[in-house]
C-alpha cells in the first residue's frame, strides 16, 4: 500500500526538501501539496492550520505527524536508510523531534500568511453565499430591512455595494 506524504509546497525550504526526496523515492510514496487542498482535510480529518503546522503521512490506514514522517520517508528511500537506522531509538527520536517541533514552528510562522489569506477567502465566500440567500429569500423567507447588500465580483475580489430596496 503507498504512503501518503502531505506537505506544505508552498513554504520554499519544506518544497525543496520533499523534491530532494521524490528524485530518490519509489512509488510507494504520493506526495500531497497540502497548500488550499480541501480534499487533503477530509482525508485526514485535520484543520488547514494543522497540515500547514505538521508534515503528515497515512501509512496503512493510520495517520501519523510529525518527526515520526522522517522516520518513514527515511525507511523508505535507500538513500535515507542511514538516517532512520540512526534515529530509530528512543534517545535519538527524542532529539529528532524537538529538532523537529522548534523548526516547524519557524517554518509555519514564516508562512503564516496563507492561513491568513485562505481564512480571508473563506469568510468572503460565506459572507457571499449568505447575502446571496438574504437576497433570494432562501433563509428567514424575506428580505431583511430596507438596506440590501449585493455582492459584485471585481478584479481585486468582493466588493459590497449599497443601495435602497424600494
Known sequence: ?????????????????????KKYSNKDIEWVDVTNNKE???IT???YEQLLRRMHIIQDNKL?????VFLIIWKNIPKYNFLYKLFNNK???????????IAAYFLFLKNKHLLKEWRKKIYQLKFAHLVNDLLHGEK?????????NFVQRDVQG??????KLT
Open 158 to 163: 468582493i466588493k459590497l455595494i449599497k443601495f
Open 40 to 42: 487533503a482535510q477530509q
Open 1 to 21: 500500500m503507498k504512503n501518503k506524504v502531505f506537505f506544505n509546497n508552498s513554504c520554499n525550504i519544506c518544497r525543496a526538501e520533499i523534491n530532494h526526496y
Open 45 to 47: 480529518s485535520k484543520s
Open 64 to 68: 501519523i505527524e510529525g518527526a515520526e
Open 91 to 101: 534517545p535519538m527520536f527524542f532529539l529528532l523531534k524537538i529538532f523537529y517541533e
Open 140 to 148: 428567514n423567507g424575506n428580505l431583511i430591512g430596507q438596506m440590501s
